[in-house]
Each structure stands twice: as structure tokens, then as C-alpha cells.
């Protein structure tokens, strides 16, 4: 039996857990047995260094009987990821709308290229079948056919139940950050998948007289044995702190052939005999990603460094 005397002095004990939340300077812990969730502020001396609790983050913290607590450390990362600001992650779904907004192949190879440089293995999700008119077909056929083609898990399905059924094997024991421009229906998909949620979404409540609901933070849900979290909308990712020579290995269909190309470090634009543009005449690689592969790789050129 604990003394209530105990209680009264805030005896802090050890625990380790999960960040599941991280809002206004508070870390919300997932305590690792019993699942119950502690409010905790960082440690001062992460302040003092360049590390920052993330959510994700396995950490070990002290807390009193109140469910207060401090992060005294964070364990080391799997995979740590700068925006959405998140680690220990494996999956990505990357959620691209087919309409309002339209797919922009640039940025949705942008933040492609962005997740294997993390090494989190990307899955995309085309949203919003249903507003997609006759003429739009052809065009959302092309993406759905060129980034399957690269070797990507693509799902695009308006039901719900087949949505479901191809989400489970993914997240199953993973943990899958859901990212994407804003707008796309990153939360409304959440809170299908996870009902009880009721995340709020995007559609404008007139009213009110309020504006559109945006998601603002980060937060881990458990789903299927594994986690998911719904994240803030980007629109534009900064990747031109790659390493231009290390680019296509971000394109898995020319990191699979680059070997075949006749130099060394074939940057794959001006070079001769080079398997990438070979293939890029084949039609085997899309114009359209080559065209991101040139942007990304000028982009990283003439980046100014940065110290
Ligand atoms: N017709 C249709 N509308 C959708 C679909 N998914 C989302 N929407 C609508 O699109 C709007 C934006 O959806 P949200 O879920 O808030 O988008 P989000 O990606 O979470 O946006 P941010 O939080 O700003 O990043 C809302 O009005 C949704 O109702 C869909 O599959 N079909
Ligand atoms: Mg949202
Ligand atoms: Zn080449």
C-alpha cells in the first residue's frame, strides 16, 4: 500500500513511454505498461543542446502520482523526420488529392524524394475520387500507373471497407505518420479510419462565421496494433540540403539501373551512355519524374550553403 504521505511529498518514480502529443511546451507520454498518459515538460538541459523531444520519441521521464512529469532522456531514434516534426515513424501516406487541390507531381515527388532521404517507405493515397469529373480520368490513370510503376504502394479507392482492409496490413505493428498538402483530407481520412476521433476538418463552417478548420499539430493514434498520426498540411518541403551526387538514389527507378550507367557519379544529365536517360527515351521512366529528378538537382546547385 502507498502512503498517503507519500502522495503529499510528489515521490517522482521512473517510467518510460511514447510522446504522443507535443502542444504549447507540454510532451504527452505514453507510459509503456499501462498505457496511461503523463503531461511532461523537457528536462532544462535539452534546452541547452540542439535536441528537442519529438513525437515519437521513446523517452525515459520521472513523474509524481499526479501524472506530471519531466523527459529526463530520449532514446535513440529509428528514423527521425523535420517536417511533419516526428520520429521514430516507418511508414509515410502520403495523401495527394486528384481534385481541389489537383495533383502536383512536383511536390508530391519532392516530399517522395524528402521520405526516402529520412528512409521512412512512402505509400500514396489518392483522395477525392468522388469529385473527379470524366476528363480528369486519364490524367489521374497516369499517376495512379507511373507511381506504381516506380514501385510504390498506391491505394485509391472511394469505399471505405477496401480502404480499410489495404490500411491494416500496412500500419500493422508500424508506425505511420499521415502527411500531405493542405486541404487533401489527411484528417477527414483519419477520422473514417478512427470515428471515435472526430478530428475536425477542413469544411468551412459558415454558421460560425469561422474560417477553415486546419490541423495544427502532430498526434499519435493507436490503430490496427500501430500508431498513425494525422499532421499539418505543407505546401512547400526545403530539400536543397541534399547531396546532389546522392539525389537519384532517392528515385528508386534510377537508383535500380544507375550501375549500368557508364561513369562513375553519372549525374544522369549531360553524361553519355547513361541507363537513366536510356531508359527515360524508353519510356520506361516518366518525363514527368525525370523532370522533378532536374529541378531537385538544380535546385540543390545553386542552394547558397547554409552554416
Ligand atoms: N468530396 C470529398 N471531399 C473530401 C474528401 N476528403 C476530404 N474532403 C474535404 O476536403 C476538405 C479538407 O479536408 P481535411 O481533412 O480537413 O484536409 P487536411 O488534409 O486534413 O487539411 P489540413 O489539416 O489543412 O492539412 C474538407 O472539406 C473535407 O470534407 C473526399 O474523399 N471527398
Ligand atoms: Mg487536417
Ligand atoms: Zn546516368
Do not use: W
Amino acid at each position: 500500500m502507498t502512503n498517503p504521505q507519500d502522495n503529499l511529498q510528489e515521490k517522482a518514480s521512473s517510467y518510460t513511454g511514447q510522446i504522443i502529443k507535443a502542444l504549447s511546451g507540454f510532451y504527452y507520454v505514453e507510459e509503456t505498461e499501462t498505457k496511461e498518459i503523463f503531461t511532461t515538460r523537457a528536462r532544462g538541459q535539452f534546452r541547452n543542446t540542439q535536441t528537442t523531444p519529438l513525437v515519437g520519441d521513446f523517452v525515459e521521464f520521472t513523474a509524481t502520482n499526479t501524472k506530471e512529469g519531466t523527459v529526463m532522456k530520449i532514446l535513440p531514434r529509428y528514423s527521425e523526420m523535420v517536417r511533419p516534426a516526428v520520429a521514430n515513424v516507418d511508414v509515410a501516406l502520403l495523401v495527394a488529392s486528384v481534385t481541389e487541390p489537383q495533383i502536383q507531381p512536383k511536390l508530391l515527388d519532392r516530399f517522395l524524394v524528402y521520405l526516402e532521404s529520412v528512409n521512412v517507405e512512402p505509400v500514396i493515397y489518392f483522395s477525392k475520387l468522388d469529385l473527379a469529373k470524366e476528363k480528369d480520368h486519364d490524367q489521374i490513370k497516369f499517376f495512379i500507373d507511373t507511381y506504381t510503376n516506380v514501385g510504390y504502394k498506391v491505394i485509391v479507392s472511394s469505399s471505405l471497407d477496401e480502404m480499410l482492409d489495404k490500411l491494416k496490413d500496412i500500419v500493422r505493428d508500424h508506425t505511420m505518420v499521415v502527411v500531405g498538402q493542405s486541404g487533401v483530407g489527411k484528417s477527414t481520412l483519419l477520422n473514417r479510419l478512427l470515428p471515435g476521433l472526430d478530428i475536425e476538418t477542413g469544411e468551412i463552417s459558415t454558421s460560425l462565421g469561422r474560417g477553415r478548420h486546419t490541423t495544427r499539430h502532430t498526434e499519435l493514434h493507436d490503430i490496427f496494433g500501430g500508431k498513425i498520426a494525422d499532421t499539418p498540411g505543407f505546401s512547400s518541403i526545403d530539400i536543397d540540403q541534399l547531396d546532389k551526387i546522392l539525389l537519384s538514389n532517392y528515385f528508386p527507378e534510377m537508383r535500380a539501373i544507375q550501375d549500368q550507367c557508364q561513369f562513375r557519379g553519372c549525374t544522369h544529365i549531360h553524361e553519355p551512355k547513361c541507363a537513366v536517360k536510356n531508359a527515360l527515351a524508353a519510356g520506361e521512366i516518366a518525363q514527368t519524374r525525370y523532370d522533378s529528378y532536374l529541378q531537385i538537382f538544380e535546385e540543390i546547385e545553386n542552394a547558397k550553403p547554409k552554416y
